[in-house]
């Protein structure tokens, strides 16, 4: 028989963070697609009703200040809230509920609608740093989990095109982080070492799954990855556990990281490239304490739908749902891929 | 404090089959909702050259014979093959992949592309069941996993709206029934009754999320649901382990709840109901044999994006990836407007 090609050959790969298993059939890239397209993503007319402009007053009739840089107020519609009574006991195995508190807020990036974490410039990515560190050091003293993410793009939920991004903490460890704390636990025990910075040591040197890299961060597509161009973002050095670690240097090389990372998404299909980001570090909560988590090495997480143009998306359906995540292209040509999209924005250079 | 209600507020649900839980928060149903809408499924124009039509000619070059009830042949675009190299030995714990072998097949459901199952007649349905038993009777003495879904509507990826289902078989156990082999094996050990079994007496007795009920299956809402108008088919009698397993009256039983459910979906917006659905039972494979998996129970689950209308859906985006899935109204309120539904197809009332 022929020899492996894994750009060639299906086969399933370990994702050792969340133990589980990602089918990847590249050869199914020749598949045509006659089925749903999406609208691309667009330059939206500015609204002067955008109710998260500063100066606006939103539908808790609450007005926002004449913000300039970033802006955190309480999400007016929270899944969680703070004081909600506790459910009773549960009677039985197969019925389990329990208490949920928590609180959600919404971080504007800019004042400006029309801006992306590609179009702005360093100092201003920065600012949404320090504000997140912010966050979490003020939300993590009282929550086991602060859960910072962004969702850009219609396609992802997001309703609004003004930059921001939601925090969201509670008083339960969810699921993700949950499977994610007991992985590298195991494997610290295991090889007395974090699983991420044994898995970093490696993609720095076999190099193909990198995209970019500065003086403090890598983006590299994992080798597990399930979206066509999902990406991650680890810490070159030290070993920060949660977002309050960061040295300033590494906020610095986070936001041009981030920036880069983003022009060349942008230029991948000449559009504002939708995704769903977020970060994992270690939990907090009232007794979390830095260095208390030597198995955690904190990442973000960059989710993005689109598999071949700027309209059209990956499905995560039938079998994905029912059975396992599949995908088209492998890690390594997605990487590829990114790394040859060029470092300048396409809107900066008409 | 008030007294705890599960309709006004929030609290998180266990997931006994797959060790997850999920947020429910009911009061954020209120929320209004200004982002991307989906196009309505429509009644598509018939297209004289639609490859899954009987008599007409594949990409492949194949032609499909005049079939009059189901038809199946080889997926044109299979994401498994069935003779492929095999990946060489992983020689890192963080860089695994492993062997998959496989095969992926389409199945039409009937000749006529503007037919869906809450249309077609019960012995229609009771037909393509019967095909699913013979393929999963074939298949199933090689692979491990023989997964049997169907993604409904182009919002689901489905891109014909011709009636029909996709049969993906596997070498390995893919992540969900993985899990789901594990959760049952340790219920089964510890309690010494199928999971299933337990959870069904109890949802007959509570009936609260129970949907529709005939002699020989039940639909209801599951305690856990994640999806808003998320579904399950539990056998009532016996303990069929695999559809092989199902007794004559199961399966003519079974065609009739999938009839009933279906039109209850599609009158809940008033259209054609898009979901992915699929059906997990005990494993297959050369070792397999009738009645040795005890800890399982074979089910059906319906898994629809739809939340508000025929065109507003539940996005699973940011917080559902990052961290956990959240829905906006409790299990007990999807199936009472499930249950409110009417039992007549609207369009065979006009
Ligand atoms: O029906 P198709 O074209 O094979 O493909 C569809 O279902 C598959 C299985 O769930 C997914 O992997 C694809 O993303 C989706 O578009
Ligand atoms: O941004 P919104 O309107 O709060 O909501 C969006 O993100 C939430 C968190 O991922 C999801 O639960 C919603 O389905 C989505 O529409």
């Known amino acids: 028989m022929q020899e492996f090609k894994p750009t060639e050959h299906q086969h399933v790969r370990y994702n050792p963070l969340k133990d589980e298993w990602v089918l990847v059939s590249p050869h199914r890239c020749l598949r045509p697609w006659s089925g749903q397209t999406e609208a691309a993503p667009e330059d939206q007319p500015p609204d002067p009703l955008n109710p998260l402009l500063p100066g606006a007053t939103r539908s808790s009739g609450q007005r926002n200040p004449a913000y300039t840089s970033t802006y955190v107020f309480p999400n007016d519609f929270p899944a969680l809230l703070e004081r909600v009574p506790d459910p009773p006991p549960s009677e039985h195995p197969l019925f ?35 504000e997140w560190v912010n966050q979490l050091q003020e939300l993590g003293r009282k929550y086991t989990w602060v859960q910072i993410f962004e969702n850009k793009g219609a396609i992802m939920g997001c309703s609004n ?36 910075l044994d898995y970093l040591k490696e993609e720095m040197i076999k190099k193909e799954r990198v995209v970019i890299q500065n003086a403090e961060w890598v983006a590299l597509v994992p080798y597990w990855a399930v979206w066509p161009y999902e990406t991650m973002l680890l810490p070159i050095n030290g070993r920060p556990q949660r977002m309050t670690d960061l040295t300033e240097e590494q906020k610095r090389s986070l936001a041009e990281i981030m920036k880069q990372l983003n022009i060349k998404y942008d230029n991948l299909f000449k559009c504002s490239f939708p995704y769903s980001m977020g970060f994992h570090g270690a939990p907090t ?35 994905e749902m029912l059975a396992q995540s599949q995908r088209d292209l492998t890690p390594e040509q997605a990487a590829q891929r990114l790394r040859e999209c060029d470092d300048v924005h396409y809107k900066a250079k008409k």
């Open 285 to 319: 909560g009232p007794s979390a304490a830095p260095g208390d988590s030597p198995h955690w090495l904190l990442h973000a997480i960059y989710l993005p739908p689109l598999l071949r143009s700027a309209t059209v998306k990956k499905f995560m359906v039938g079998y």
């Open 96 to 130: 389990r509920s329990s208490a949920a508190k928590g609180t959600c807020r919404v971080m504007c990036f800019h004042p400006d609608s029309t801006m992306t974490i590609p179009l702005m410039t360093v100092d201003e990515i920065l600012a949404v740093i320090n």
């Open 161 to 196: 095109p003004h930059p921001h991004c939601q925090i969201w903490a509670s008083s339960y460890l969810p699921n993700e982080p949950r499977v994610k704390e007991r992985c590298q636990k195991e494997y610290f025990i295991k090889f007395k070492r974090p699983m991420l």
